[in-house]
């Protein structure tokens, strides 16, 4: 089901978008976001990541549990994945990956059981004076904390990141699809709010399992770049200049996976 996803796309192009400035100075409009993602009500998180915002291109390092690079150049639609260990990268556009989203309206929409998923209603409680939102359906219960953010150009921003996040995530095996996630982030954007704090809550509708399921996210926002990276930054270009280009299925080990599963 990943066939879009191959080597079709000019590799040139790619590093023409995304190394084609230099990464050495502040540049007004930069910023950074640190996230950490938990479980239930662990004190360690399952992932963390740093996110770094320069231009129309977005760098998002993930520090823990894996080193995996994702480049978003949002001025032409290009994704680059890095991952490091391997030294290898694979690359594909936007538009694609919107068609893959499209194949999953299609296929959820032919099971009347999947159709919450597709198309979410979200019952809504807003505290103005807290910049407090939770959105919730017998499926799914976000609670946001969150903050304005002193340009309302970043909180766009971030939004735009989080949204083709959320697609890039549902890509992957074993991922539920982007909706709900891109309900609330467009419900954050009219709010004008940028989430510092989220937890979703999904409730299994399954007689084997009554318990719900909770993660937490934390979100630090610093209005500029900090230390090194602009470094990190560099350093990202450079990989993806240098690292071997593998399709898709290759790059996340699909074969692997399934066999693993058999």
Known sequence: MFRWLGRSF???????????????AQ???????????????AKQPLAENLTLFRGGVVYDFMLAPSKEITILDLRHGV?????????????????KLMQ??????????????????ISPQFKEEFDEDQHNLVLSNDRIIYKVSGMKPKDAGFARRYRLFSDWSARLNAARPGNLPPHSRLALNRRLSELGLAPLEVEKTLIPQSVFKREP??????QLFTWRLLGKDPQRIEQANDQAAQFKEVGVEEYLELEKRIASQK
Do not use: H, M
Request: net charge positive.
């Open 213 to 218: 399921v909770i993660f937490r996210s934390r």
């Open 100 to 117: 893959f989203i499209a194949s999953l309206e299609t296929r959820a929409r032919e099971n009347k059981k999947l159709a919450y998923l």
């Open 10 to 24: 000019v590799g040139a192009v790619v590093l023409a978008c995304v190394c084609g400035g230099a990464a050495s």
């Open 27 to 41: 540049r007004q409009g930069d910023f950074r976001v640190e996230t950490e993602i938990f479980a239930e009500n």
């Open 79 to 95: 994704f680059v994945l890095l991952d490091p260990s391997r030294r290898v990268k694979t690359t594909w556009s936007t538009q």
